[in-house]
C-alpha cells in the first residue's frame, strides 16, 4: 500500500516534532486504508434527511467519518443537483451550488436540469464551483469546442482516478430547448446525439484511452444517462456496451437504484450504480489494494456518532448549521401559508406509493391543469407530468409548498391549436405509456383513453422532437367538454411557456400556433390563485380521489372502452373526427 505523502523528515527532525507538537500532528501522515469514491445523483435540492433519505448533513458526517478512519475519500455528483426544489428555485440554483461547495465535491456532471435557469446561469454556476464539471459529449456546436475538460484524473492513495462525464443527448428536449438556441432558434449546443451512437461512444473510448494514457490506474464514468430512457442508445448500460477500459458506471437521470453489472465490448463486468434520487442512498466505490468493490448505503446503515467530539459530529453539525443559515434567508417566505387542503393531494399510486403522474392521472394533476385553465380562461389545459414534483399532505398549504410542486417557475401561455395538433401533443404525451414519461399530459377541459396495446406510432429526430404520426394512435376517445375533439377546429389552449414557446418535451407541433398570451402569470402563483379565489381557499371533495376524475383511462385493449361511447374501434387516424369519451364536470371554476 502506497502512502498519500512520504515521511520528509529524519529520525531526528522527528524528536524534535514530538517535543514540539501534540501527537495528534501526525494522523496526516499515517498510512491511507485505501480510497473510496462516494457518489450521489439526482439530489434534486434533497438537503433535509427524513425517515428514508439522508440529508447533505449525513453526508458530510458520513464522508468525515471515512476520512477519520483513514481513507482517502472523492466525492463525486452525476447531476441535477441543483434544481428541483424551493431553495433552487428561489436562488437559480445558487444555494445548492453553495452547498456543493461545502460538502466538498471534487468533480460532478452536468444533469439536463443543470441547464433549467439558462445556460448563461449555469455557466456562471460552473465557474463558481470549486471543483471540476467534466463532460466528453457537451458542445458548443458554434466551434465544436466543448466547454468542460472530457475527464478529470485526481491522485488519492497513491493512486491516479480518472473520471469521465456523460451527459444524455435527450438533454435539449427533456430540460428548455430555446436554452441551448440561439435568437433564431437554431441549436448552438449540443450533446453528441448522432442518430446512431457512434459519435458518443467514439468520444467516451477515446476519452478513455487518453486517461489511461495520462496514468490513470483507474477510470469511472460519471453519467446523466439514465438506466432505462426512451431511446436505448443513449442508456448507460449501451455506452457500457460499445466501450472498453472502464472500471465502472456512476450513473444518473432516470432515478434508478441500481447495483448491477453489464458486460462491456471486451466482454469484461462492468459495475453499473446508481443512487435513486434526493439522497435515498450514497454510492460508495472502496478500493484497497488493488481490489475494488461497489455498494450502495442505505438510510438503515449509517448513523451519526453522538459523540460531539467526533469529526463526524462535527461535520454534521456544521453543515446542519450551514443549511439553516441559508434557509433563513427565505424561511419566513417558504414558511407561509397561503391556502388550505383537506384531501392529500397526491402525484403517487395510491396503492404502490409509486410516482404516477408521469403515467396516469392524479389528483394533484387535475389540480394543476385547471389552475392553467382558470387563470387563463382557456378551452383546455395541458401540463407535462414531469413539471408535477411534490406531494400536499392535508393542512395548511404553504408558499413551499406550492414551489416544490412546480420548482420551474414556468410562464402560462395560451395559443390557438388545432384539434390535430392537440392530438399530436396526446400522442406524443402517451409515447412511452405505461411507462414514466414527463411529458405525459394532465388535462383540463378534456378527457382522453391510451389504448397501450397499440403500439406508438410517433416519429421524432435525433434531438427527440416530434416530426409526426406514421400509423395508429394510441390516444383515442378525445372529448372537449361533451363534444368529441374535431381535428379541424381551433381550440385555445392553455400551458406553460415550457411547451408552447420552447416545445419542451418535443412537442414541435405547437410551433406554428397562434399566440393568443404570451408569459401571463407563473405556474406557481396560477396555482395558489386557483385555490385560494376559485377554490374558497381550500381544497375539498372534488379532489378527494387520488386518481383524479376520470379524465384520462389506461386501457389494455379495444374491448376496455368505456361502452357509452359507442365507439367500435379504437384506433384513430388523422382523418378521423369523431371520436368519444365521457367528460368530468369540474366545479366550482371560475371564469378567467
Same mark, same amino acid.
Given at each position: 500500500?502506497?502512502?498519500?505523502?512520504?515521511?520528509?523528515?529524519?529520525?531526528?527532525?522527528?524528536?524534535?516534532?514530538?517535543?514540539?507538537?501534540?501527537?495528534?500532528?501526525?494522523?496526516?501522515?499515517?498510512?491511507?486504508?485505501?480510497?473510496?469514491?462516494?457518489?450521489?445523483?439526482?439530489?434534486?435540492?434533497?438537503?433535509?434527511?427524513?425517515?428514508?433519505?439522508?440529508?447533505?448533513?449525513?453526508?458530510?458526517?458520513?464522508?468525515?467519518?471515512?476520512?477519520?478512519?483513514?481513507?482517502?475519500?472523492?466525492?463525486?455528483?452525476?447531476?441535477?443537483?441543483?434544481?428541483?426544489?424551493?431553495?433552487?428555485?428561489?436562488?437559480?440554483?445558487?444555494?445548492?451550488?453553495?452547498?456543493?461547495?461545502?460538502?466538498?465535491?471534487?468533480?460532478?456532471?452536468?444533469?439536463?436540469?443543470?441547464?433549467?435557469?439558462?445556460?448563461?446561469?449555469?455557466?456562471?454556476?460552473?465557474?463558481?464551483?470549486?471543483?471540476?464539471?467534466?463532460?466528453?459529449?457537451?458542445?458548443?456546436?458554434?466551434?465544436?469546442?466543448?466547454?468542460?475538460?472530457?475527464?478529470?484524473?485526481?491522485?488519492?492513495?497513491?493512486?491516479?482516478?480518472?473520471?469521465?462525464?456523460?451527459?444524455t443527448p435527450e438533454t435539449p428536449s427533456s430540460s428548455t430547448p430555446t436554452n441551448f438556441m440561439d435568437?433564431?432558434?437554431?441549436?448552438?449546443?449540443?450533446?453528441?446525439?448522432?442518430?446512431?451512437?457512434?459519435?458518443?461512444?467514439?468520444?467516451?473510448?477515446?476519452?478513455?484511452?487518453?486517461?489511461?494514457?495520462?496514468?490513470?490506474?483507474?477510470?469511472?464514468?460519471?453519467?446523466?444517462?439514465?438506466?432505462?430512457?426512451?431511446?436505448?442508445?443513449?442508456?448507460?448500460?449501451?455506452?457500457?456496451?460499445?466501450?472498453?477500459?472502464?472500471?465502472?458506471?456512476?450513473?444518473?437521470?432516470?432515478?434508478?437504484?441500481?447495483?448491477?453489472?453489464?458486460?462491456?465490448?471486451?466482454?469484461?463486468?462492468?459495475?453499473?450504480?446508481?443512487?435513486?434520487?434526493?439522497?435515498?442512498?450514497?454510492?460508495?466505490?472502496?478500493?484497497?489494494?488493488?481490489?475494488?468493490?461497489?455498494?450502495?448505503?442505505?438510510?438503515?446503515?449509517?448513523?451519526?456518532?453522538?459523540?460531539?467530539?467526533?469529526?463526524?459530529?462535527?461535520?454534521?453539525?456544521?453543515?446542519?448549521?450551514?443549511?439553516?443559515?441559508?434557509?433563513?434567508?427565505?424561511?419566513?417566505?417558504?414558511?407561509?401559508?397561503?391556502?388550505r387542503t383537506d384531501v392529500e393531494l397526491t402525484i403517487n399510486d395510491p396503492e404502490t406509493?409509486?410516482?404516477?403522474?408521469?403515467?396516469?392521472?392524479?389528483?394533484?394533476?387535475?389540480?394543476?391543469?385547471?389552475?392553467?385553465?382558470?387563470?387563463?380562461?382557456? %378551452? +383546455? $389545459? =395541458?401540463? *407535462?407530468?414531469?413539471?408535477?414534483?411534490?406531494?400536499?399532505?392535508?393542512?395548511?398549504? /404553504?408558499? &413551499?409548498?406550492?414551489?416544490?410542486?412546480?420548482?420551474?417557475?414556468?410562464?402560462?401561455?395560451?395559443?390557438?391549436?388545432?384539434?390535430?395538433?392537440?392530438?399530436?401533443?396526446?400522442?406524443?404525451?402517451?409515447?412511452?405509456?405505461?411507462?414514466?414519461?414527463?411529458?405525459?399530459?394532465?388535462?383540463?377541459?378534456?378527457?382522453?383513453?391510451?389504448?397501450?396495446?397499440?403500439?406508438?406510432?410517433?416519429?421524432?429526430?435525433?434531438?427527440?422532437?416530434?416530426?409526426?404520426?406514421?400509423?395508429?394512435?394510441?390516444?383515442?376517445?378525445?372529448?372537449?367538454?361533451?363534444?368529441?375533439?374535431?381535428?379541424?377546429?381551433?381550440?385555445?389552449?392553455?400551458?406553460?411557456?415550457?411547451?408552447?414557446?420552447?416545445?419542451?418535451?418535443?412537442?414541435?407541433?405547437?410551433?406554428?400556433?397562434?399566440?393568443?398570451?404570451? %408569459? +401571463? $402569470? =407563473?405556474? *406557481?402563483?396560477?396555482?395558489?390563485?386557483?385555490?385560494?379565489?376559485?377554490?374558497?381557499? /381550500?381544497? &375539498?371533495?372534488?379532489?378527494?380521489?387520488?386518481?383524479?376524475?376520470?379524465?384520462?383511462?389506461?386501457?389494455?385493449?379495444?374491448?376496455?372502452?368505456?361502452?357509452?361511447?359507442?365507439?367500435?374501434?379504437?384506433?384513430?387516424?388523422?382523418?378521423?373526427?369523431?371520436?368519444?369519451?365521457?367528460?368530468?364536470?369540474?366545479?366550482?371554476?371560475?371564469?378567467?
Amino acid at each position: 500500500m502506497k502512502k498519500i505523502a512520504s515521511f520528509l523528515t529524519s529520525i531526528t527532525v522527528l524528536l524534535a516534532l514530538i517535543l514540539t507538537f501534540p501527537v495528534t500532528a501526525f494522523a496526516a501522515e499515517t498510512e491511507s486504508l485505501g480510497v473510496v469514491i462516494l457518489h450521489t445523483n439526482d439530489v434534486h435540492c434533497g438537503f433535509e434527511a427524513d425517515d428514508s433519505t439522508f440529508g447533505a448533513a449525513d453526508l458530510a458526517a458520513y464522508k468525515a467519518r471515512l476520512e477519520s478512519e483513514g481513507y482517502d475519500v472523492i466525492l463525486a455528483d452525476a447531476g441535477d443537483f441543483v434544481q428541483g426544489g424551493v431553495i433552487g428555485t428561489l436562488s437559480n440554483g445558487e444555494y445548492p451550488m453553495q452547498i456543493m461547495n461545502e460538502l466538498g465535491y471534487d468533480v460532478a456532471i452536468p444533469g439536463n436540469h443543470e441547464f433549467d435557469f439558462g445556460m448563461d446561469n449555469f455557466l456562471k454556476l460552473a465557474n463558481e464551483a470549486k471543483f471540476p464539471y467534466i463532460s466528453v459529449n457537451f458542445t458548443d456546436l458554434r466551434t465544436d469546442e466543448k466547454p468542460f475538460s472530457s475527464y478529470k484524473i485526481i491522485e488519492a492513495g497513491g493512486l491516479k482516478i480518472a473520471f469521465i462525464g456523460l451527459t444524455t443527448p435527450e438533454t435539449p428536449s427533456s430540460s428548455t430547448p430555446t436554452n441551448f438556441m440561439d435568437e433564431n432558434g437554431n441549436y448552438i449546443y449540443g450533446f453528441l446525439g448522432g442518430d446512431d451512437g457512434t459519435a458518443l461512444y467514439t468520444a467516451v473510448q477515446d476519452a478513455i484511452n487518453s486517461a489511461y494514457a495520462d496514468g490513470a490506474d483507474y477510470v469511472f464514468a460519471i453519467g446523466h444517462m439514465g438506466d432505462y430512457v426512451y431511446d436505448e442508445k443513449w442508456s448507460s448500460r449501451t455506452v457500457i456496451k460499445h466501450t472498453s477500459g472502464l472500471s465502472a458506471f456512476i450513473d444518473g437521470h432516470s432515478h434508478s437504484v441500481l447495483e448491477d453489472f453489464v458486460e462491456d465490448k471486451d466482454g469484461k463486468s462492468v459495475p453499473l450504480a446508481s443512487t435513486g434520487t434526493k439522497l435515498e442512498n450514497i454510492g460508495k466505490i472502496t478500493i484497497t489494494d488493488n481490489e475494488m468493490t461497489c455498494e450502495l448505503i442505505e438510510k438503515s446503515d449509517y448513523t451519526v456518532s453522538a459523540d460531539e467530539n467526533t469529526a463526524e459530529n462535527k461535520a454534521y453539525r456544521n453543515m446542519t448549521d450551514f443549511i439553516a443559515g441559508i434557509n433563513a434567508q427565505y424561511g419566513e417566505l417558504i414558511g407561509t401559508v397561503v391556502a388550505r387542503t383537506d384531501v392529500e393531494l397526491t402525484i403517487n399510486d395510491p396503492e404502490t406509493g409509486e410516482r404516477a403522474v408521469r403515467s396516469a392521472e392524479t389528483n394533484l394533476g387535475d389540480l394543476c391543469a385547471d389552475a392553467y385553465r382558470a387563470a387563463t380562461g382557456a %378551452e +383546455i $389545459a =395541458l401540463v *407535462n407530468g414531469g413539471g408535477v414534483r411534490a406531494n400536499i399532505a392535508v393542512g395548511d398549504i /404553504t408558499y &413551499g409548498n406550492i414551489i416544490d410542486v412546480q420548482p420551474f417557475g414556468n410562464s402560462l401561455c395560451v395559443v390557438e391549436a388545432t384539434g390535430q395538433q392537440i392530438l399530436d401533443c396526446l400522442e406524443m404525451g402517451a409515447l412511452h405509456c405505461p411507462e414514466e414519461d414527463g411529458s405525459f399530459i394532465q388535462v383540463s377541459g378534456l378527457t382522453y383513453q391510451i389504448n397501450k396495446s397499440v403500439p406508438s406510432s410517433v416519429k421524432t429526430d435525433k434531438d427527440g422532437n416530434f416530426i409526426g404520426i406514421d400509423g395508429e394512435y394510441r390516444v383515442c376517445n378525445v372529448f372537449v367538454g361533451e363534444k368529441p375533439l374535431d381535428l379541424n377546429k381551433t381550440y385555445t389552449v392553455a400551458s406553460h411557456n415550457y411547451y408552447l414557446l420552447s416545445y419542451g418535451g418535443g412537442m414541435t407541433m405547437f410551433r406554428d400556433c397562434k399566440l393568443v398570451a404570451k %408569459e +401571463i $402569470a =407563473l405556474d *406557481n402563483q396560477a396555482l395558489i390563485d386557483y385555490i385560494t379565489e376559485n377554490l374558497g381557499g /381550500t381544497v &375539498g371533495e372534488e379532489y378527494s380521489n387520488p386518481r383524479g376524475s376520470g379524465r384520462i383511462k389506461v386501457i389494455d385493449k379495444a374491448s376496455d372502452i368505456s361502452p357509452e361511447t359507442g365507439v367500435e374501434s379504437v384506433a384513430v387516424f388523422v382523418n378521423i373526427a369523431g371520436i368519444a369519451a365521457a367528460m368530468m364536470v369540474i366545479s366550482r371554476r371560475k371564469k378567467g
